[in-house]
Nanobody, 126 residues
Framework: QVRLVESGGGSVQSGGSLRLSCAAW????????MGWFRQAPGKEREAVAA???????KNADSVKGRFTISQDNAKNTLYLQMNSLKPEDTAMYYC????????????????????WGSGTQVTVSS
């Protein structure tokens, strides 16, 4: 059973930085994707950034040049470095995983992804 636990959220001022982490357990698949989604109050969950087991990366247009996704396979941990944060980045951020899936799955619609963490809140004030 895949288990995902996020950490690193918090409150920052506009222009600040945060690094989110997602510790993963229970996945032993040679092919997979992992990603970050976010959901603001009253809005649908949206993809932020994704990476797959081949190292392919996709970022949402709204975060290109500001957010960087990476993974440390030795630590089974996924990261999201967020710089130049804006108030519109305020949301609950969720770690996602799917097996036998490429980066398109973890950067597409949220309902196409099979495994989720419980989320970590990011609040950016102006």
């Amino acid at each position: 059973q895949v288990r995902l636990v996020e950490s690193g959220g918090g409150s920052v001022q506009s222009g600040g930085s945060l690094r989110l982490s997602c510790a993963a357990w229970g996945y032993r698949y040679s092919s997979y994707c992992m990603g970050w989604f976010r959901q603001a109050p009253g809005k649908e969950r949206e993809a932020v950034a994704a990476i797959d087991s081949d190292g392919n990366i996709k970022n949402a247009d709204s975060v290109k040049g500001r957010f960087t996704i990476s993974q440390d396979n030795a630590k089974n941990t996924l990261y999201l470095q967020m710089n130049s944060l804006k108030p519109e980045d305020t949301a609950m951020y969720y770690c996602a995983f799917d097996r036998y899936a490429g980066v398109d799955v973890c950067s597409g619609s949220w309902y196409g992804v099979g495994y989720w963490g419980s989320g970590t809140q990011v609040t950016v004030s102006s």
